[in-house]
């Protein structure tokens, strides 16, 4: 299962970036960094004035579809991004399957104002950390890749530091792990990460289940204005889309006609 490779591959890297800067070194550097977390509450909630709150994500390559733009310019793709009405940014960090790379949300948070994800398969204090110091505003943590215990330490950990978590589900067992945990920014990926498949009708199924209060995250297989409408009647606050803008031409004009319809 991809998954499971990505995460040994993780560890693996973690243990190299452990030892040659370490926790307490990491820590450290907090004194000199110039980025206060940002406001993402705000910015992905839904409301009457902006029902469609979209998370635009920098992503160069997957693990299912390889390279997907070999003209990738981090740092004028958020820009047009936030100039076409994003209202918060998904970075891709995975190095390996996803071409991404940390120092991306430095470069792009001297650029842009709105706040900024750190998308990575997080299973480490160290990397929350990190995501800090190099100016993210909120994680990604994966219920289906760390237990119940974990989920919540590593949640609990990244408020402490002043960020947010989006929690990502993809099945009942991910929404109590979810709920357990104390989420209140809660993703749900329409692809099941084992095989990548599809299941456009997850947020339909997942929605009911979710207490009152939770800002609710649509991911993945969004393309059409109609989409976010249907998905926003049900609850959906705000929606992350990465792959449909990265192959546009015209990644603004793409942006505002989902958002806007027009």
């Known amino acids: 299962m991809i998954l499971d ?17 370490p926790l307490e070194w990491l820590g450290r550097s907090l004194a000199y960094n110039p980025y206060m977390p940002r406001d993402v509450v705000s910015a992905l909630s839904s409301s009457e ?59 792009i948070r001297r650029y842009t104002a709105i706040p900024i994800l750190r998308k990575d398969f997080i299973i480490d204090e160290y990397q929350i950390l990190e995501a800090l110091v190099f100016g993210a505003d909120f994680i990604l943590l994966i219920a289906r890749a760390l237990s119940n215990k974990r989920l919540k330490e590593l949640l609990t950990y990244a408020h402490r530091l002043g960020l947010e978590v989006l929690v990502e589900m ?54 059409e204005h109609k989409q976010l409408i249907e998905l926003n009647k049900i609850g959906v606050d705000a929606f992350l889309i990465g792959e449909h803008f990265m192959r546009q031409e015209n990644i603004k004009n793409a942006l505002k006609f989902i958002k806007e319809g027009e």
């Open 5 to 21: 490779e990505i995460i040994k591959k993780t560890k693996d890297e973690l243990q190299k970036r452990k030892s040659d800067y």
């Open 49 to 107: 004035n902006e029902p469609l709150r979209i998370i635009a994500e920098v992503k160069k390559a997957s693990p299912s579809k390889g390279v997907i733009r070999e003209d990738f310019e981090p740092i004028l793709i958020a820009k047009e991004y936030e100039d076409a009405g994003a209202n918060a940014l998904s970075i891709l960090t995975e190095p390996h399957w996803f071409k991404g790379n940390i120092e991306y949300i430095t470069q």
């Open 170 to 223: 993809h099945d009942a067992e991910d929404v109590k792990k979810a709920i357990f945990a104390g989420a209140n920014i809660i993703g749900i990926n329409h692809r099941n990460l084992d095989d990548f498949s599809m299941d456009m009708s997850l947020c339909e199924k997942l929605v009911p289940l979710l207490p009152n209060g939770k800002i609710i995250v649509a991911e993945s297989g969004l393309y």
